[in-house]
């Protein structure tokens, strides 16, 4: 058991609230293409679990999907949410032509290329995976992880149910009682969800009111907030990622 089921929701929305204040003013400006990602790529469906889930019997409305996309699409995307603005093109020529790239985002390359020749199979998996990971159901089948860029394409491919890291949080993860996610990806993902389920029995809540412990369109006014609220992935992520 790690530290989020024995924080106060009130603890971790502050800590979340502070993520997302750094992300507006830093130079990525990720919480502003999140919001954009969130409403172009991904839909809300309806909840398709019956009452034995853990997600239905906490008041469970509707779970993130990616939606059916080109490569290309999903690649700009990758690139807006998860490299810095000056190596971004430098990454997509990369991956798309094969371009040399030495810079310090190069370990991106290798499993973007890898998706890109997969890109139908892939696509077509991740869209059958109609969980959540709230759900009592398995960790959804993935490729090894063993490096922050494998784990943030796995986590933009099922938003709702795969929490990425970097260099940073990394540490806080550890620091906070979870796996090392570059040696146990998969572990570190359900103990980080199942502490989470421990926290919204601890306080009573349901499943949208976690989701809303993530509210950027507060510190970001101009930001629509999506229809299905934040997908659970960032709620999780933003407890320990620091701009």
């Known amino acids: 058991m790690g530290d989020i089921c024995r924080w106060s929701p009130e603890r971790i929305r502050q800590a979340i609230r502070a993520s997302n204040k750094q992300a507006v003013i830093a130079t990525q400006k990720y919480v502003l293409l999140e919001n954009s990602a969130i409403r172009t790529d991904y839909e809300f469906i309806a909840c398709p679990c019956d009452e034995s889930c853990w997600c239905k019997r906490h008041k469970c409305t509707g779970h993130y999907r990616i939606r059916k996309m080109s490569f290309d699409q999903f690649l700009q995307t990758y690139v807006n949410l998860w490299i810095p603005p000056k190596a971004r093109e430098n990454i997509k020529n990369a991956v798309r032509f094969g371009t040399p790239f030495n810079g310090r985002q190069r370990n991106a390359v290798k499993p973007l290329k890898w998706l890109s020749a997969n890109w139908i199979d892939v696509l077509t998996r991740v869209r059958s995976y109609n969980k959540c990971g ?9 490729g090894d992880v063993t490096n922050l860029y494998q784990a943030k394409m796995w986590s933009q ?28 990806f998969r572990a570190m993902n359900s103990e980080l969800f199942g502490d989470l389920r421990k926290l919204s029995e601890n306080a009573g809540m349901g499943v949208d009111s976690i989701r809303n412990l993530d509210c950027p369109w507060v510190v970001a006014t101009s930001l629509e907030k999506p229809s299905g609220g934040q ?9 320990f990622y620091a701009p």
């Open 134 to 142: 709230l759900c009592d159901s398995s960790f959804p089948a993935v």
């Open 157 to 184: 491919l099922l938003y709702d149910s795969v929490v990425p890291f970097d260099t940073k949080s990394k540490a806080q993860i550890k620091q906070a009682g979870y796996s090392d996610p570059t040696k146990d």
């Open 231 to 239: 997908p659970l992935s960032r709620v999780l992520d933003k407890v």
